[in-house]
Protein backbone atom coordinates (compact mmCIF):
# COMPACT_ATOMS: atom_id res chain seq x y z
CA UNK A 1 0.00 0.00 0.00
CA UNK A 2 1.17 3.52 0.17
CA UNK A 3 1.78 5.30 3.48
CA UNK A 4 5.42 5.10 4.87
CA UNK A 5 8.68 4.36 2.86
CA UNK A 6 9.18 0.67 1.82
CA UNK A 7 11.89 -1.74 1.11
CA UNK A 8 11.59 -4.98 -0.82
CA UNK A 9 13.95 -7.52 -1.90
CA UNK A 10 16.54 -10.07 -1.79
CA UNK A 11 19.32 -10.35 0.32
CA UNK A 12 22.07 -13.56 0.14
CA UNK A 13 23.60 -14.73 3.18
CA UNK A 14 27.01 -12.98 2.21
CA UNK A 15 26.36 -10.43 0.04
CA UNK A 16 29.30 -9.34 -1.66
CA UNK A 17 27.53 -5.90 -2.13
CA UNK A 18 24.01 -4.20 -1.88
CA UNK A 19 21.75 -2.21 -4.79
CA UNK A 20 19.30 0.39 -4.20
CA UNK A 21 16.86 1.11 -6.71
CA UNK A 22 15.44 4.11 -7.00
CA UNK A 23 12.25 4.99 -8.62
CA UNK A 24 10.81 7.91 -10.74
CA UNK A 25 8.42 10.60 -9.53
CA UNK A 26 7.11 14.22 -9.87
CA UNK A 27 8.48 17.62 -8.86
CA UNK A 28 5.15 18.39 -6.56
CA UNK A 29 2.73 16.06 -5.56
CA UNK A 30 1.83 14.68 -1.74
CA UNK A 31 0.31 11.28 -3.39
CA UNK A 32 0.95 8.56 -1.89
CA UNK A 33 3.06 6.18 -3.66
CA UNK A 34 2.15 2.62 -4.44
CA UNK A 35 4.09 -0.92 -4.91
CA UNK A 36 1.87 -1.45 -7.89
CA UNK A 37 2.29 2.08 -9.13
CA UNK A 38 4.07 2.18 -12.94
CA UNK A 39 7.20 4.13 -11.67
CA UNK A 40 7.92 1.79 -9.11
CA UNK A 41 6.94 -1.33 -11.09
CA UNK A 42 9.51 -0.40 -13.78
CA UNK A 43 12.55 -1.24 -11.37
CA UNK A 44 11.11 -4.59 -10.99
CA UNK A 45 13.49 -6.37 -13.95
CA UNK A 46 16.47 -4.13 -13.33
CA UNK A 47 16.07 -6.22 -9.88
CA UNK A 48 15.88 -9.52 -11.62
CA UNK A 49 18.63 -8.68 -14.13
CA UNK A 50 21.18 -7.20 -11.02
CA UNK A 51 20.70 -11.25 -9.35
CA UNK A 52 21.26 -13.12 -12.17
CA UNK A 53 24.30 -10.86 -13.60
CA UNK A 54 25.89 -11.35 -10.24
CA UNK A 55 25.03 -15.05 -9.43
CA UNK A 56 22.95 -14.30 -6.57
CA UNK A 57 25.78 -12.51 -4.97
CA UNK A 58 24.13 -8.64 -4.32
CA UNK A 59 21.69 -7.94 -2.21
CA UNK A 60 19.22 -6.31 -4.92
CA UNK A 61 16.80 -3.58 -2.72
CA UNK A 62 13.84 -1.88 -4.49
CA UNK A 63 12.53 1.62 -2.49
CA UNK A 64 9.14 2.39 -2.40
CA UNK A 65 8.77 6.28 -1.50
CA UNK A 66 6.59 8.05 0.85
CA UNK A 67 4.93 10.20 -1.48
CA UNK A 68 5.11 11.12 -5.61
CA UNK A 69 6.98 14.05 -5.71
CA UNK A 70 10.55 16.10 -4.94
CA UNK A 71 8.81 18.92 -3.16
CA UNK A 72 11.00 22.23 -3.03
CA UNK A 73 13.12 21.53 0.06
CA UNK A 74 11.05 18.86 1.35
CA UNK A 75 13.34 16.68 -0.74
CA UNK A 76 11.27 14.32 0.34
CA UNK A 77 12.80 11.71 -1.87
CA UNK A 78 15.95 12.18 -0.79
CA UNK A 79 14.72 11.33 2.97
CA UNK A 80 13.79 8.09 1.90
CA UNK A 81 16.85 7.14 0.13
CA UNK A 82 18.62 8.21 3.26
CA UNK A 83 16.44 6.68 5.63
CA UNK A 84 16.83 3.31 3.49
CA UNK A 85 20.79 3.84 2.93
CA UNK A 86 21.08 4.11 7.14
CA UNK A 87 18.66 0.70 7.14
CA UNK A 88 21.58 -1.49 4.83
CA UNK A 89 24.16 -0.02 6.46
CA UNK A 90 22.54 -1.02 9.71
CA UNK A 91 21.43 -4.61 8.39
CA UNK A 92 24.46 -5.00 6.03
CA UNK A 93 27.77 -3.43 8.06
CA UNK A 94 30.44 -2.67 5.83
CA UNK A 95 28.78 -4.03 2.72
CA UNK A 96 29.31 -1.50 -0.20
CA UNK A 97 26.37 -0.07 -1.68
CA UNK A 98 25.23 1.10 -5.27
CA UNK A 99 22.56 3.52 -5.72
CA UNK A 100 20.42 3.16 -9.20
CA UNK A 101 18.03 5.61 -9.90
CA UNK A 102 15.42 6.44 -13.01
CA UNK A 103 14.25 9.75 -13.61
CA UNK A 104 13.52 11.80 -10.07
CA UNK A 105 15.28 8.60 -8.52
CA UNK A 106 18.85 8.93 -11.10
CA UNK A 107 18.56 12.82 -9.46
CA UNK A 108 18.19 11.24 -5.71
CA UNK A 109 21.13 8.64 -6.95
CA UNK A 110 23.74 11.21 -7.88
CA UNK A 111 22.83 13.48 -4.57
CA UNK A 112 23.86 10.12 -2.90
CA UNK A 113 26.77 9.94 -4.65
CA UNK A 114 29.37 11.16 -1.96
CA UNK A 115 27.44 9.64 1.33
CA UNK A 116 29.83 7.51 2.65
CA UNK A 117 29.55 3.48 1.90
CA UNK A 118 28.42 4.53 -1.86
CA UNK A 119 30.60 2.62 -4.13
CA UNK A 120 28.82 3.14 -7.31
CA UNK A 121 26.48 5.58 -8.99
CA UNK A 122 24.23 5.09 -11.92
CA UNK A 123 21.53 7.37 -13.25
CA UNK A 124 19.15 6.79 -16.38
CA UNK A 125 17.38 9.19 -18.06
CA UNK A 126 18.02 11.52 -14.95
CA UNK A 127 15.92 14.81 -13.85
CA UNK A 128 19.43 16.74 -13.84
CA UNK A 129 19.75 20.06 -11.54
CA UNK A 130 22.52 21.88 -9.74
CA UNK A 131 22.43 19.53 -7.10
CA UNK A 132 24.17 16.14 -8.14
CA UNK A 133 27.36 15.69 -6.16
CA UNK A 134 30.68 14.81 -6.74
CA UNK A 135 31.57 11.62 -5.84
CA UNK A 136 33.44 9.78 -3.37
CA UNK A 137 37.07 9.16 -4.33
CA UNK A 138 37.34 6.13 -6.58
CA UNK A 139 33.35 5.90 -7.54
CA UNK A 140 32.25 4.85 -10.47
CA UNK A 141 29.34 6.93 -12.57
CA UNK A 142 26.87 5.21 -14.81
CA UNK A 143 24.86 7.41 -16.66
CA UNK A 144 22.42 6.50 -19.38
CA UNK A 145 19.69 8.58 -21.54
CA UNK A 146 18.07 8.36 -24.52
CA UNK A 147 18.36 10.67 -27.23
CA UNK A 148 14.35 11.37 -27.76
CA UNK A 149 13.95 11.90 -24.05
CA UNK A 150 11.32 15.06 -23.65
CA UNK A 151 10.77 14.21 -19.87
CA UNK A 152 13.97 14.75 -19.09
CA UNK A 153 16.89 16.42 -20.70
CA UNK A 154 19.80 14.26 -22.60
CA UNK A 155 21.50 17.35 -23.07
CA UNK A 156 21.99 17.81 -19.61
CA UNK A 157 22.99 14.47 -18.55
CA UNK A 158 26.06 15.01 -21.24
CA UNK A 159 26.97 18.41 -19.50
CA UNK A 160 27.08 16.51 -16.40
CA UNK A 161 29.25 13.65 -18.02
CA UNK A 162 31.72 16.79 -19.19
CA UNK A 163 32.01 18.17 -15.63
CA UNK A 164 32.54 14.97 -14.10
CA UNK A 165 34.74 13.63 -16.24
CA UNK A 166 36.97 17.14 -16.00
CA UNK A 167 36.73 16.76 -12.29
CA UNK A 168 38.44 13.21 -12.76
CA UNK A 169 35.22 11.40 -11.65
CA UNK A 170 35.70 7.96 -13.81
CA UNK A 171 32.10 8.60 -15.55
CA UNK A 172 30.63 6.40 -18.25
CA UNK A 173 28.00 8.24 -20.30
CA UNK A 174 25.89 6.35 -22.71
CA UNK A 175 22.83 7.97 -25.05
CA UNK A 176 20.45 5.45 -26.11
CA UNK A 177 19.60 5.79 -29.61
CA UNK A 178 15.92 6.18 -30.48
CA UNK A 179 14.77 5.52 -26.86
CA UNK A 180 12.41 7.93 -25.14
CA UNK A 181 11.60 8.05 -20.84
CA UNK A 182 10.27 5.29 -20.04
CA UNK A 183 13.34 2.59 -21.10
CA UNK A 184 10.47 0.44 -23.26
CA UNK A 185 12.14 0.61 -26.43
CA UNK A 186 15.49 -1.03 -25.49
CA UNK A 187 14.36 -2.43 -22.16
CA UNK A 188 17.54 -5.57 -22.08
CA UNK A 189 19.77 -2.98 -23.31
CA UNK A 190 18.93 -0.86 -20.49
CA UNK A 191 18.58 -4.01 -17.82
CA UNK A 192 21.75 -5.44 -18.97
CA UNK A 193 23.97 -2.08 -19.07
CA UNK A 194 22.84 -1.37 -15.09
CA UNK A 195 23.91 -5.05 -14.21
CA UNK A 196 26.84 -5.24 -15.88
CA UNK A 197 28.39 -2.05 -14.37
CA UNK A 198 27.07 -2.66 -11.39
CA UNK A 199 28.24 -6.15 -11.01
CA UNK A 200 31.41 -5.13 -11.94
CA UNK A 201 31.98 -1.73 -9.43
CA UNK A 202 31.11 -4.23 -6.58
CA UNK A 203 32.03 -7.42 -6.64
CA UNK A 204 35.18 -6.55 -9.21
CA UNK A 205 38.71 -8.13 -6.65
Not at 29 to 58: I, K, Y
Not at 101 to 129: C, F, K, N, Q
Not at 131 to 153: M, N, S
Not at 160 to 167: E, H, K, P, Q, S
Amino acid sequence: GGGGAGLRGSVPAHPAGAVLLLHGGAEASRVPVHWWRAPVLRMTPFAGALERRSGGRLAVIRLKNRVRGWNGTRLDPVVDALWALERLRSTLPGVPVAVVGHSMGGRVALRLADRPGVAAVAALAPWVEGDARRPGRGVPVLLVHGARDRVTDPRRTALLADRYTAAGVDVRHVEVPGESHAMLRRPGFWHDTVADFVTEALTAP
